[in-house]
């Protein structure tokens, strides 16, 4: 067995062996299983059944690990991403009043132009016309979003008629429990530990067996056994629908351009990250197979819309696989039969509560907002486009709303200050996109 690993994954090549790839694909796995918990509580949001999502979220991160494995060999571990997964159901299904079933048709629409542009190497010139900052203010507004989202759902910050926005009631065990969450998971990441995220998902987990949630039971709630048959993942393969790509197409436009754009972000800056860690980079700084990388990740689109969830896309989390001395697709094979056995867990994980998901949104959060340590914000026209992105993606509740913002402010304002030619046209198109998104919701609203 071993031999026969070595020469499919050519492990001697890549300085490795079986043992440290099969030890790096555990690390992995450890570092992003919190997906499992997080994934389908998004979701649910949206109406779709909780149970099937934690069989389709463990299902798609596997089968999209071992593709990208198989057509790359890199140590790279795929699964429904965060922060798209939050613009799926808050925005698309709740904000703007789309089923899951058509938010799912247009996921699988996105992933067949993914393929097409990554094919044609056009999905390349795209991410380049997209200026560095505003990349960077894309990936901390998601980040913001993601963190606000965790802080609601652990109830730390509620509504209010007042102020939009308050704290929540401290005097509450379970807020208490989630705040401890947050600052345990906070002290594990910055202490290094392997697997923190989800050390934390389970510490609070079994600590709210023991904590009141002011309703006469407890913040988590026993499982009736440890073990079951994994849930079908029925309810929600094959639902997608394209009714509203049929009969609105310029609603859904702006929705499809706007899971490209975070796809390709996400997707790139994972690629060349991770890749770079490994030392797989050529002497150029460039990637070498990155064509292939991404056709497998425009397949592992695809194929999250079939199965019923939003987008797959590459784990930055595949790092700490790398870090363990992962260089192979092993590493990724390994981490994609973790998650298949982590079906027949499926009870313990309907078990976990928001108090202890939400620690992990806004820890990812956290991760995400890192990258405004890469920004420049001494010239004011980069600034309004950038501030107006990492404002707007939270506060409009919308990561389509906080990019198109930022788009439009950038182009508008080159243009006026005589500084249109250092932009790209095809940046320019693109704000004109979301511009004609914006002028079909004035004239909604006039007409």
Request: charged residues 10%.
């Amino acid at each position: 067995m071993t031999s026969l690993l070595n020469r499919l994954y050519r492990l001697p090549e890549n300085g490795t062996t079986v043992a440290r790839e099969l030890s790096a694909g555990l690390t992995t796995f450890a570092a992003m299983a919190y997906i499992l918990a997080v994934n389908p509580a998004i979701l649910a949001a949206a109406g779709m059944p909780q149970a099937a999502l934690i069989t389709v979220t463990a299902l798609t991160a596997a089968v999209s690990t071992l593709i990208m494995g198989f057509m790359t060999n890199y140590p790279l571990a795929l699964a429904p991403g965060m922060g798209i997964n939050a613009y799926f159901a808050f925005t698309i299904c709740l904000g703007l009043g789309v089923s899951w079933q058509s938010a799912l048709g247009l996921v699988f629409v996105n992933g067949c132009i993914f393929l097409a542009l990554s094919v044609t190497g056009v999905r390349e010139k795209i991410i380049a016309a997209i200026p560095h900052q505003l990349k960077l203010a894309i990936t901390c507004g998601i980040g913001l979003f993601i963190a606000f989202i965790g802080l609601k759902n652990g109830g730390i910050v509620v509504a209010s008629p007042a102020t939009f926005v308050t704290h929540g009631d401290f005097g509450t065990p379970a807020v208490l429990l989630c705040f401890g969450g947050i600052l345990l998971t906070a002290v594990l990441v910055a202490r290094k530990v392997p697997g923190a995220i989800i050390l934390s998902i389970l510490a609070v987990t079994l600590a709210g067996l023991f904590v009141s949630n002011g309703q006469g039971g407890t913040v988590t709630t026993m499982p009736g056994s440890l073990f079951s048959l994994p849930s079908s993942p029925l309810p929600t393969m094959f639902q997608l629908n394209f009714d509203l790509l049929l009969h609105d197409f310029g609603k859904a436009l702006p929705i499809i351009l706007t899971l490209l754009l975070v796809d390709m972000f996400d997707n790139i800056g994972t690629l060349i990250g991770v890749t770079q860690r490994a030392g797989l980079l050529d002497k150029d700084g460039k990637l070498p197979k990155a064509g292939r990388a991404l056709v497998a990740d425009s397949f592992a689109a695809i194929l999250s819309s079939l199965f019923g969830t939003s987008t797959v896309v590459s784990y930055i989390e595949s790092a700490s696989g790398v870090e363990a001395g992962g260089r192979t697709g092993l590493t990724g094979a390994a981490t994609a039969i973790l998650f298949l056995l982590a079906l027949f867990l499926t009870p313990v994980i309907l078990a976990i509560p928001a108090a202890a998901t939400a620690p992990a949104l806004v820890i990812v959060g956290i991760f995400m907002f890192q990258s405004v340590a890469g920004m420049k914000l001494d010239d004011f026209v980069e600034t309004a486009p950038v501030f107006l992105i990492i404002a707007g993606i939270p506060l409009s509740f919308s990561i389509a709303e906080g990019i198109g913002l930022g788009l439009i402010a950038y182009s508008v304002i080159r243009i006026a200050t005589g500084r249109m030619k250092e932009t790209s046209l095809l940046t320019h198109l693109l704000a004109l996109i979301f511009s004609l998104h914006l002028i079909r919701a004035i004239l909604a609203g006039l007409f």
